[in-house]
């Protein structure tokens, strides 16, 4: 790939970027949930995969262990998540979603289902196909640059 395409492809990660923060947040901000921005976060990205450790939660959102253990203390007190010894090393703490976090999480993807839907209406199926393949191409190609 040449320098120009691979330019094209930052440039639009940067478009596309903020675009998605909008989407997922404001439909959290509808919920009046009172979460912070990390802690939303953490509900999302263990929604994605379940019982993760500290480390690889810290690492999945791209933040410090610190600030994630401190957002997840707070989870912890509102009842989202929850802490587990790990059994293979038990100095390793793995943190998994609630009940009451997965509903939450399904709430928020209604959200966000519903606001999409009022503006997708102008998108034929075939356009809507289209957007479901390239975002799966994304995420899939996204995973393997994080490697």
């Not at 919920?31 to 993760?52: E, G, H, W």
């Not at 010894?85 to 966000?112: G, M, P, Y």
């Amino acid at each position: 790939m040449n320098e120009k395409a691979r330019k094209k492809c930052i440039e639009a990660m940067f478009e596309l970027y903020p675009r998605g923060r909008k989407l997922i947040y404001e439909s959290f901000d509808k919920m009046d949930d009172s979460l912070t921005r990390t802690q939303q976060i953490i509900l999302l990205a263990l929604s994605v995969q379940d019982n993760l450790s500290m480390s690889q939660l810290a690492d999945r959102i791209c933040t410090s262990n610190e600030q994630a253990t401190r957002a997840v203390a707070q989870l912890v007190d509102k009842g989202y998540v929850i802490r587990m010894q790990n059994k293979q090393n038990r100095r390793v703490v793995n943190i998994s979603l609630t009940e009451k976090a997965r509903n939450h999480v399904e709430e928020a993807k209604q959200v966000v289902l519903s606001d999409t839907l009022s503006t997708a209406k102008g998108l034929t199926d075939e356009e809507l196909k289209t957007l479901n393949t390239s975002l799966s191409n994304v995420i899939t190609i996204f995973n393997k640059l994080q490697k």
